[in-house]
């Protein structure tokens, strides 16, 4: 970390950037022809194709020197000899735990094997107390965290919000110590308790002498795309979660005119990942698990005599492969919306050749993933072994993107029909607006999920920059019974978990670095002269976070290019290290119908299926975009 105490060098941060494999000549040409461009012109401001190219060649550097196992050893994946694969079922279906995606690493990505990093282990050391409290997090939480007032992202709608925690409550989640840390608490703080204890994160036992220094820690989560959320990241609680249904469903109960996944005796929800729960989880894990449910139907239908396990095996497959196309061909672009990026996703899924070519393409260069998309172009983990870092959780830290509170309206008339807190929704509470109590302005009118995903499609979230942290988030109370500010808890957790400060994170992703403050928030006195007084001065010590959210963004852009450049490399490295979706894509896998479901599946299709009160309401623009509204 490149702090004050420490004895690393910036030179020597970018010298010991160890490349994992060494690129083919032509991409070296092109990485040295975009690099002079780019000296005169960044990529976003160059034609949209262009810029796509821009982009994919920068990726190919990240590829090269940014991903860094979390072990010191690769035995950690394990290997076929001592782990073969016995149970043949899972050749073609995915294995809750995560196990076997890879045959030669079956390990790889499993439930408990450690974040990686995007930077080398040794410039990712866990930080000595005083550095970990420098400059005080309660301090830069109530700095630059506090929300005085609602700053909207005009461009995108709830759903979108709602959408990233949902698809990162499939990839990551990191386990928690009973140690504590004290936080102190600044003069005048009006934090509701009189001291602020949080639980640090839980390290991984030491398995090389090297762990000392950078502790590993481990994903309670798969860290595959195979909706871990949904399913659950052990194969113990898929079964429970389907235990009931001989047709490959998932449980799900109808209460009243609503079909609502179960609960517990104590009310939370059963699913597979049920932490930080509030409606716009309820709405999102209802609406895909009717949307396995509905693919069990169809592939029932094609193949009377499956067992159970076939048809569940093969509706996850087509449920996960439907969420990561609507991820990288829908969410993405709504929230990066600039030309070069939705060239550029839309390539990622279905290549340059665009959708109605990408079978012929596929035949013609089967292996180019930037000709015929990654889904299919084959598994490559570019010499690292796969996994989610630490800088890829820390660049998800979005937490500014909920609001206060949630207007719901009729998806038919358009009529107001309520205002509930976010308070009110959270955990056990999630179910609030579907109960007939909470419309008092129109007591014949309960909310329906479809008022309630109407409502999210025509609501905007909270923009993603300084001081816009929603004030139930900094003292959020949980069913565990801690009370956090998730602001502290943001800055603490990369500090403690040795993602680098934000100068140094930009300079390990060959960024540009600010050399002052002003520079840092383009020319924002104010700004400036607050994170000058914050960080004493000294502008290697702030946090990447608050640096991400103070830098200027791109047009378009709903989050830092600072965090993209994370974001450029780790999205794509999901898709093309699996074997369900780089590797064996097509019927063969997918079944005929299954595929020909994710081919014709997008937001809107799986929100018309289940709620179709919704298709006159929609739209022609992106799910994720503001909806028009009734009657608008
Ligand atoms: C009402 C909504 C939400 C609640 C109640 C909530 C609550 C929490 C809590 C309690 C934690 C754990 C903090 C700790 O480390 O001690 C957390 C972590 C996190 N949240 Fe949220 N959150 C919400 C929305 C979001 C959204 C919209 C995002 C956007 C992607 C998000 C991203 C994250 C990330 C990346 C972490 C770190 C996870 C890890 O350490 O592995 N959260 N959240």
Redesign the pocket.
């Known amino acids: 970390m490149a702090t004050e105490n420490n004895t690393t060098t910036p030179a020597q941060e970018e010298q010991e950037l160890t490349p994992s494999f060494k690129p083919s000549i032509a991409e070296r040409l092109a990485i040295t022809t975009f690099k002079q461009i780019n000296k005169v012109t960044p990529w976003y401001k160059l034609p949209g194709l262009v810029g796509a190219l821009n982009l994919a060649v920068l990726r190919i550097e990240l590829r090269q020197f940014n991903l860094y196992d979390g072990y010191a050893s690769g035995a950690a994946q394990g290997n076929s000899i001592n782990e073969p694969l016995t149970d043949k079922r899972f050749l073609g279906a995915r294995h809750s735990d995560g196990k076997f995606n890879s045959l030669e690493m079956p390990r790889m990505g499993c439930t408990g094997m450690r974040f990686g990093h995007n930077f080398p282990r040794h410039l990712t050391e866990k930080p000595t107390e005083e550095e970990l409290m420098t400059p005080n997090p309660r301090l830069i939480s109530n700095e630059f965290m506090t929300r005085h007032e609602f700053i909207p992202a005009k461009t995108l709608n709830m759903l979108a919000?709602a959408w990233?925690?949902f698809q990162?409550h499939d990839w990551?989640?990191?386990e928690?110590s009973s140690q504590l840390v004290d936080i102190s608490l600044p003069k005048g703080d009006d934090w509701p308790h009189k001291n602020m204890q949080l639980?640090r994160t839980k390290p991984d036992k030491v398995l090389d002498p090297s762990d000392v220094k950078t502790p590993g820690y481990k994903n309670s989560n798969t860290a595959w795309w195979d909706g871990s959320q949904i399913y659950g990241s052990t194969e113990a609680v898929t079964q429970r979660l389907r235990s009931k249904n001989p047709d490959g469903k998932l449980t799900m109960e109808k209460v009243g005119r609503e079909t609502f996944l179960p609960r517990d005796p104590d009310r939370n929800v059963r699913t597979g990942f049920n932490t930080?729960w509030?409606v716009g989880m309820e709405m999102l894990h209802t609406l895909f698990a009717l949307e396995h449910n509905a693919i069990c139907d169809k592939l029932k239908e094609a193949h009377p005599d499956w067992t159970g396990d076939q048809i569940f095996d093969k509706a996850r497959l087509v449920n996960c492969a439907l969420m990561a196309k609507i991820h990288t061909i829908e969410w993405t672009p709504a929230i990066l919306a600039h030309p070069a990026l939705k060239i550029g996703m839309n390539a990622n899924w279905f290549g340059l050749a665009g959708e109605r070519l990408t079978k012929a393409a596929a035949k013609i260069a089967p292996m180019n993933e930037i000709i015929r998309g990654i889904p299919g172009s084959g598994v490559d983990q570019d010499g690292v072994p796969y996994s989610l870092t630490e800088e890829f959780?820390s660049v998800?830290?979005?937490?500014s993107?909920?609001p206060d509170e949630i207007a719901f309206h009729s998806a038919t008339t358009g009529a107001h029909l309520s205002t509930i807190p976010?308070p009110s929704m959270?955990f056990t509470g999630a179910r609030t607006p579907f109960e007939p109590t909470h419309t008092p302005n129109n007591p014949n009118h309960p909310i329906t999920f479809a008022d309630a995903f109407y409502s999210f499609g025509t609501a905007n979230p909270g923009a993603i920059t300084t001081n816009n942290y929603p004030a139930f988030?900094r003292a959020?109370t949980?069913p565990d019974g801690q009370t956090?500010d998730?602001g502290t808890?943001d800055i603490l957790?990369d500090r403690e978990r040795g993602v680098p400060r934000y100068c140094a994170f930009r300079r390990l992703l060959r960024l540009s670095v600010p050399t002052t403050f002003l520079e840092l928030t383009d020319g924002d006195e104010a700004l400036a002269a607050r994170l000058s007084k914050a960080y004493n001065g000294k502008i290697e010590l702030v946090d990447a976070l608050v640096g991400s959210h103070a830098e200027k963004v791109i047009p378009g852009f709903g989050f830092s290019e600072t965090a993209f450049r994370v974001f450029i490399l780790m999205a794509s490295r999901r898709l093309k290290s699996d074997r369900f979706i780089a590797g064996a894509w097509g019927e063969e896998m997918y079944t005929k119908e299954g595929f020909k479901w994710v081919e014709e599946g997008g937001m809107k299709e799986v929100l018309g299926r289940h709620f179709p009160e919704l298709r006159a309401v929609m739209g022609d623009g992106n799910a994720f975009a503001p909806w028009v509204g009734v009657g608008k």
């Open positions: 919000a990233i925690q990162t990551f989640n990191h928690e639980h930080n509030w959780v998800y830290r979005m937490h993107l909920m976010m959270l988030m959020l949980t956090r998730l808890i957790r």
